[in-house]
Structure formats: structure tokens, C-alpha cells
């Protein structure tokens, strides 16, 4: 049984940016700043990159919501060794309110549409850190979950997933077709060759809008302010353990 | 809250962070409402402005491989002298082995800019290191480019994956400058050739395997210079001492000592008597690549020094906030532009087979290594004492770019070389 897989990806200012407060404090500054695929995504699509090298898998679709430079961001994935691409046309306002329940409902309807038997996605985006994807749309779907993996097999029509929980390392075993999201230590995402980069110049890129697959995009919630977190203020020094767990005490701390 | 700090080290996003200038937009992530983003090709003090969506993609993956596999190690390649052949295989197996070389052989096939822009991004991760790899692309370029069928085959597939390393052998202990003058002879015996003489000032000289020797096969002047291939390992190939050097410490360099050394004749590159022209069309790119390597030197102790200034208080302000800072680094800044721009142009002369190719490129070559070398001491004095340890890495930049002056052509013989064509007119 050979996978159609489909992978999100989503582009997001990049990791090592020193991120800055928007001056109306609704958002935070994008213009002029560098972006990159979220790392988790692209975790994502080694991952079933490797599945398609396997001979698990047999397409990789690369899908991104937003504008235009989100396309950039799908490239990085065809050059990493996805097959095509499709683009949800998102425009840059509209991208600012975009919520992971609309993401959900696009990615449900062009799993649907495509046939897809395995949707990747990475676990949260560091932008927004919402971590609910996935499951989102795997509830969608009616599919199986399996989130925070850090390694995945495939058994009989099964994938047998190890998760990355509170307590430990969990295995579970999910039917396909399912939702599977993509924790930090599933593999270590391998740089595009240049081959490869100008070979994924000619890989196709599908774009549409939202509205194609009869999803609405208004936004449920409202940012109403948006702050950087609060200047590290003074410690104070104690003399000894009596003195600590008096001032934590005091604190309310314990 | 956005907060990035959630990635740890084990995701191959090391934790030296990658370096962006805030306050130079990229047009093309400028998004007007009911406007179309239209791609500008603008050249900035981003490196990245205005190029395409793939030269983004190619500059970006150089970027990941030197932040990732070069700059956590360019300090101690340089102290412990390491030629880092694991490092270099890996940037081989990315493509970064015969960038410009065709893809018959196993080459890349990109263009002159692309490589530019890729030698200035992984010179940001060790200069020494990528001037050397531009130094082996070089060799790559001048074999698959002269060579004929037989020796393409034979040695493209292993130069582009960098299973051999090669080196450039004009320069000898009594020709430097006057290099039409050179004196290593190559006698013909029979089906050979017997080469006697010696080379000095050799990048990698020792450690490679392949030799791309220019010798004298006829008589005096260019027309009696030929090309000849020389593996290391043949008898009569010896080395000097490695030479302790001011910078380019992670290449070693070595006189290349012929002493009736026989080689096959048919390891002529190219046809006896080209050999002069042949090393000077490599010459050519060659100054684009080194010229490269500076801009991206320059481009890191830029970034440095704007980093230090924003955070080193003294008089109970950050030093940015003083006039003579900003305006040095103003002029740091404009003349990284201005270079970049000629490096560029001149990358696209070369590629487009200009007629003015041979004067653009020295000029690049002159103008940006020389105003880079300027930046990166700026930014050093900017550190204050700081830049002067080794903790820091613009006094590395600083030695290696230095010798960026006198190497492939010192930047007098650019000015004879513009001249030439200044006064044809």
C-alpha cells in the first residue's frame, strides 16, 4: 500500500530574528523581515520525504496557506524532495487573522479532494504556538491522531507512532488514514543540494483560493493586544535554604 | 506570545543565529494592498535583495551549510591549522564542488553570479575555507572548460564531489607579478613530458591530489606556456615546508618542487602553447570568487560591529547612539554596496561573455577587496579592545581577507589590467 501524503507547511519569521512589538501593539513587525519555513515543517516533510525513499509513500504534496511569498516557502519543499505543490491564496491581511481552525477546514477539504492517505504537519508554528492543527483536523476528518512523534513505522495498513508526552515516550498504534504531527527529534531535515533546488523550479505549484473548497476565513477572535514580555526585574540574594523557603513562602510560592 | 526560543541545538538550526539587517526591506516582501509585489533587482546591504525566487534559494542553503557546518568551527581550523576535508566533501555533496562547471560530467552548471553569491554566503561561515573551495571550482571549471573528453570524464565526477582536491600552480619563487616570465620547464621525452622547476605560495600545496601546473613546453613569452595535470604521488613531485601564514590557516601552503618529474604528455590540458590563456580565463572567475569571499567577510564584522554598538555602552549610552558611529558605519555600509555591485557586474560580464569582462573583473577584484578589508577593520576598531582577542571573529576576518589583496593578481596588477583598457579607447 504505497501513501499519498500531504505536508503542511507554513512560512514564518525566522527563528533567529530579533522579533519587534508592532507600534499600534496588535501584532508584530513583518515588513522587511526574514522568513523561513517553520522548523517543524520542515521535520515534516523529511519525514515523508524519507517515507517516499522507503517506498512507503508514494507522491508528497507540499500545501501552504498565504501570499504570494508563500510560494517561496513551497519551493523549499520541492527542493527537499516533495513532488508538487499547492498554494491557498491567503492575502497578508488576511494571513494576520488566520486562525488554525481555518487551516483545519482548507487542510481537511484538499486531503479530501486529493485522496490523501497520511497528512504531516509539524507540531506548532513558532509564531503563533497554538499547537492545534493537527488535531483540529484530524477531528475534521474523523481520522486517527498521532502528535508529537518522534519516530514513526508502518505496520499493516497501521502506523505505529512513539510520542513525545509529559511523562515519557508513549506508542501507540493509529489506522490510515490519519493525522500525524511532527515533533522536534523525528529526524534531523536534510539541506536541499543545488541539483535539487533547480530541479524543483519545473515541479508543478497548484494555487487556489479558500473560497475554492468553500472555506470561510473570517476570523473568529480578535487580538486585542499584543506585548513583549516584561523586563527581567532584580533576584535577591538569601543566606541559607531557612532563609529561601522563607522568601518563598512570602511570595506565596509554596 | 511570539517566541522562537522553543528550538534547542539538536535541530540542525545551530545556535548561532543567522544575521539580518532590519531597516533594508526586501522589495519582494513588500505587500501594498491591491498591488502586485513586483520583484526588484536592487542591490542592498542584505545580501539577499533583489535576486529571484531560485538565487534566494541557493544563497540560503550556503547561508544554512556555513552557519551550520562552517562558523562553529572557523576559529579553530584557523588555530590548529585544520584543512577541513570532511566539511568541504559535505559542501561537495551539496553541489558547491564545480559550481560553474557543466553538468555533463557531473558539474553543477549554475552561473558565475550564482557562485558569486555563494562563495560571499559561505565566507561568512570561514574565509579561508571557502576561498580555498572557490580556488577548487576554479581548477574544476579550467579542466572541464579545456580539457578534452577523455580527461573531463576521468576528472570532473571526482573534482565535483571533491573525492580529489586540486590545486592552481602559476606563481614561483621568481615570477609573481611577471608571471608570463615563469621558468618551470617541461622537456618532451618520447610520450612525456620531464617537468623541472618549482612553484611557490601553492593553495593546498601537499594536501591535494591534483596539480594544474603552468609550464614552459616551448619558448620564451605566453605563446610557450602549456597546462599540464600532474597527480600527486608521481615521482619527482616534491613539497616544501607548509608555510606559516598571517591567515588562510585552515589551507595549508607549499612550494610545489618538480624534479624530473614525468608525466604523459597527453596530461596537457587544453593545447600546448594555451597554457597562458587558459590560466588567465580562470584567473578571470577566480577574482570574482575571491572578491566574493571578501564581501562576505565584510558582511559578517558589519553585522558584528552593528550588533556591539547596540549593546556597548560607554558615557552612559549605547555606542550607537554617537554620531562618529553611525557615520562609520554608514560608510562601512555604502562601500559593501558599491562593491557588491561590481562584483556582480562583473559576475554577469563573465557570464555573458562581455567584451569588457577582463577590466570589470580586475576591477571588482581590486576595488572590493580592498574596501571589504577597510569595513572589516572598522568594524574591528568598533569593538574596541575586544576585536582585537580571538574570542572574537573579526580579527579572523580581518587576517584572512588580507591576503585577498596580493593572490590572484595583486591589486596593482588589476590597475595595469584596467588601464590597459582605460588608455585603448
Known amino acids: ?254 | 506570545m511570539f517566541v522562537a526560543a522553543l528550538i534547542t541545538k539538536q535541530v540542525r538550526h545551530a545556535a548561532t543565529g543567522r544575521r539580518i539587517l532590519q531597516g533594508f526591506q526586501r522589495q519582494s516582501d513588500r505587500n501594498k494592498v491591491g498591488t502586485v509585489a513586483v520583484r526588484s533587482f536592487i542591490t542592498s546591504v542584505d545580501p539577499s535583495h533583489g535576486l529571484t525566487e531560485e538565487q534566494i534559494a541557493i544563497q540560503q542553503l550556503a547561508i544554512d551549510f556555513a552557519r551550520n557546518e562552517m562558523m562553529p568551527n572557523m576559529a579553530m581550523w584557523d588555530e590548529k591549522e585544520m584543512f577541513p576535508v570532511e566539511t568541504m566533501r559535505a559542501a561537495a555533496n551539496l553541489g558547491f564542488g564545480a559550481i560553474y562547471a557543466q553538468e555533463e560530467f557531473g558539474g553543477t552548471g549554475l552561473s558565475r553570479l550564482d557562485a558569486s553569491l555563494i562563495f560571499e554566503a559561505l565566507s561568512q561561515g570561514c574565509t579561508s575555507t571557502t576561498a580555498y573551495i572557490s580556488i577548487h571550482n576554479m581548477c574544476a571549471w579550467m579542466i572541464d572548460t579545456f580539457g578534452n573528453e577523455s580527461q573531463r570524464e576521468k576528472w570532473i565526477p571526482l573534482l565535483a564531489g571533491m573525492e580529489k582536491f586540486a590545486s592552481y600552480c602559476l606563481t614561483e619563487p621568481g615570477s609573481g607579478s611577471d608571471a608570463v616570465s615563469l621558468s618551470t620547464s617541461a622537456k618532451r621525452d618520447g610520450d612525456d613530458l620531464i617537468l623541472n622547476g618549482s612553484k611557490a605560495f601553492i593553495s593546498g600545496g601537499g594536501d591535494t591530489d591534483v596539480y594544474l601546473v603552468m609550464c614552459r613546453t616551448g619558448s620564451a613569452g605566453p605563446k610557450g606556456i602549456s597546462c599540464v595535470l600532474v597527480e600527486k604521488g608521481t615521482p619527482g613531485l616534491h613539497f616544501g615546508k607548509k608555510e606559516k601564514k598571517v591567515g588562510w590557516n585552515s589551507q595549508p601552503t607549499r612550494m610545489v618542487i618538480f624534479e624530473d618529474c614525468r608525466v604523459p604528455a597527453t596530461n596537457i590540458i587544453g593545447k600546448e602553447g594555451q597554457g597562458f590563456n587558459i590560466a588567465m580565463k580562470g584567473l578571470n572567475g577566480g577574482r570574482i570568487n575571491i572578491a566574493s569571499c571578501s564581501l562576505g567577510a565584510a558582511q559578517a564584522s558589519l553585522q558584528a560591529a552593528i550588533d556591539h554598538v547596540k549593546v556597548r555602552k560607554q558615557f552612559g549610552k549605547p555606542l550607537a547612539s554617537f554620531q562618529n558611529s553611525q557615520f562609520r558605519l554608514a560608510e562601512m555600509a555604502t562601500e559593501l554596496v558599491a562593491s557588491r555591485l561590481l562584483v556582480r557586474n562583473a559576475a554577469r560580464a563573465l557570464d555573458n561573455d562581455d567584451l569588457d569582462t577582463v577590466p570589470l573583473c580586475s576591477m571588482a577584484k581590486y576595488y572590493a577587496t580592498e574596501k571589504c578589508f577597510n569595513i572589516i577593520n572598522e568594524a574591528l576598531q568598533l569593538h574596541g579592545g575586544y576585536g582585537y582577542l580571538k574570542d572574537y571573529s573579526v580579527q579572523q576576518y580581518l587576517r584572512d581577507t588580507r591576503v585577498h589583496m596580493i593572490l590572484e593578481g595583486t591589486n596593482e596588477v588589476m590597475r595595469l589590467l584596467i588601464a590597459r583598457k582605460v588608455l585603448s579607447d
Not at chain 1, 500531504?6 to 513587525?29: E, S
Not at chain 1, 517515507?51 to 523549499?76: F, H, M, N, W, Y
Not at chain 1, 513505522?153 to 490519519?178: N, Q
Request: glycine share 6%; aromatic share 2%.
Open chain 1, 1 to 254: 500500500m504505497s501513501l499519498k501524503v500531504l505536508v503542511g507547511v507554513k512560512r514564518v519569521i525566522d527563528y533567529a530574528v530579533k522579533i519587534r512589538v508592532r507600534p499600534d501593539k496588535l501584532g508584530v513587525v513583518t515588513d522587511g523581515v526574514k522568513h523561513s519555513m517553520n522548523p517543524f515543517d520542515e521535520i515534516a516533510i523529511e519525514e515523508a520525504v524519507r517515507l517516499k525513499e522507503k517506498k512507503i509513500a508514494k507522491e508528497v504534496i507540499a500545501v501552504s496557506c498565504g501570499p504570494a511569498q508563500a510560494q517561496e516557502t513551497i519551493r523549499t519543499a520541492l527542493a527537499m524532495g516533495a513532488d508538487r505543490g499547492i498554494h491557498v491564496e491567503v492575502p497578508a491581511k488576511e494571513m494576520e487573522k488566520l486562525e488554525p481552525l481555518h487551516v483545519s477546514k482548507i487542510l481537511a477539504k484538499l486531503v479530501e479532494k486529493e485522496g490523501g492517505d497520511l497528512l504531516i504537519v509539524g507540531k506548532q508554528a513558532i509564531d503563533d504556538d497554538t499547537n492545534a492543527t493537527a488535531q483540529m483536523t484530524a477531528s475534521l476528518l474523523n481520522w486517527p491522531q498521532a502528535t508529537f512523534a518522534s519516530e514513526i513505522k508502518k505496520t499493516d495498513g497501521e502506523l505505529e507512532v512513539t510520542r513525545e508526552i509529559d511523562g515519557g515516550l508513549e506508542s501507540i498504534k493509529v489506522k490510515l488514514p490519519a493525522v500525524v504531527s511532527a515533533d522536534l527529534r523525528l529526524n534531523e531535515p536534510r539541506y536541499a543540494t543545488l541539483p535539487n533546488i533547480m530541479k524543483a523550479k519545473k515541479k508543478k505549484i497548484q494555487k487556489m483560493k479558500p473560497g475554492d473548497l468553500s472555506v470561510d476565513v473570517t476570523p473568529h477572535l480578535e487580538v486585542v493586544e499584543v506585548l513583549d514580555p516584561p523586563v527581567r526585574e532584580a533576584g535577591i540574594k538569601v543566606d541559607d535554604v531557612e532563609g529561601l523557603v522563607t522568601k518563598l513562602k512570602e511570595a506565596g510560592r509554596i
